[in-house]
């Protein structure tokens, strides 16, 4: 890729692309197909890269850019990216620094160690259904491998030892209004969660999208009884 840069900001451009993998070449380059620009008057670079048909990024400049690079959060393996579509690189970047502060710096060590452990908990729990739901509880907020938890990483080996599956839980949840905002937090989880969602006539699109993908969906009559399914089963009554 080509970077035209000066200043600080093409350093910071110039990092960014290196810790990322990136090589860097000339502007003349023929095999490079993406461009960054970081310079005080960019439009006449810009528009010489894009007329070779490279697709460039232009640092603080949205309506010159034919991609973004949002703002990147590394824990080892794991990466959060912020982004805004260009709109505003700094609130991408103080988001991030937020959540630098949330995440425990052994979040990537908690993802090394679920990876080594794949084929123990296989063996464990043989169908995915089941696995899936140990897991699940034991990262959920609280749970013995929380996140957020800077011990959790330290704890996979004893539970893995001990971890079974969530069972089987009947859950309903009475709606208040069609507004999915109006759900706290622990009825997004559990919609989040659920391996059965079971709806009455009235339930809002916007809120059954709330709930897991895969979840097997069931629609009842409205005040009849949630038929009984294995995993955790959410019932949405309609307001």
């Keep these: 890729m080509i970077l035209l840069g000066e200043g600080e900001a093409g350093e910071a451009k110039r990092r960014l692309i290196e810790r ?3 090589v860097i070449a000339g502007e003349d380059s023929a095999e490079a ?7 005080e008057d960019p439009d006449a670079a810009a528009a010489r890269l894009k007329a070779r048909g490279l697709l460039v990024n232009v640092t603080d400049r949205p309506d010159l850019c034919d991609f973004t690079v949002p703002s ?5 393996p794991v990466q ?10 700094g609130l991408a970047k103080a988001l991030r620094l937020r959540l630098e502060a ?9 993802a090394t160690g679920l990876n080594s452990i794949r084929g123990a908990l296989k063996a464990r729990f043989s169908d995915p259904a089941d696995r899936r739901r140990a897991l699940d509880s034991a990262l959920s907020q609280g749970g013995a491998l929380d996140p957020l938890d800077d ?23 009475r709606l208040r209004s069609s507004d999915p905002d109006d759900l706290t937090l622990r009825e997004a989880r559990l919609l989040g969660s659920a ?13 059954i999208l709330r709930a ?25 009554r309609s307001a």
């Design 33 to 39: 197909r993406l461009a960054f620009v970081a310079l």
């Design 80 to 89: 959060v990216a912020v982004g805004t579509g260009g709109v505003s690189a």
């Design 212 to 236: 897991r993908a895969d979840a097997v969906r069931v629609d009842i009559p409205k005040g009849t009884p949630a038929p009984v399914a294995d995993g955790l089963v959410v019932v949405l």
């Design 20 to 22: 990322a993998g990136g």
């Design 195 to 207: 391996d059965c969602l079971v709806t009455e006539p009235g339930v809002p699109a916007e809120i």
């Design 72 to 76: 990147l959060l590394e824990r080892g």
């Design 102 to 110: 949330l995440l425990p710096s052994s979040l990537g060590e908690l």
């Design 151 to 173: 011990g959790s990483a330290a704890r996979i080996g004893d539970w893995l030892e001990t971890a079974s599956s969530a069972g089987t839980a009947t859950v309903e949840i």
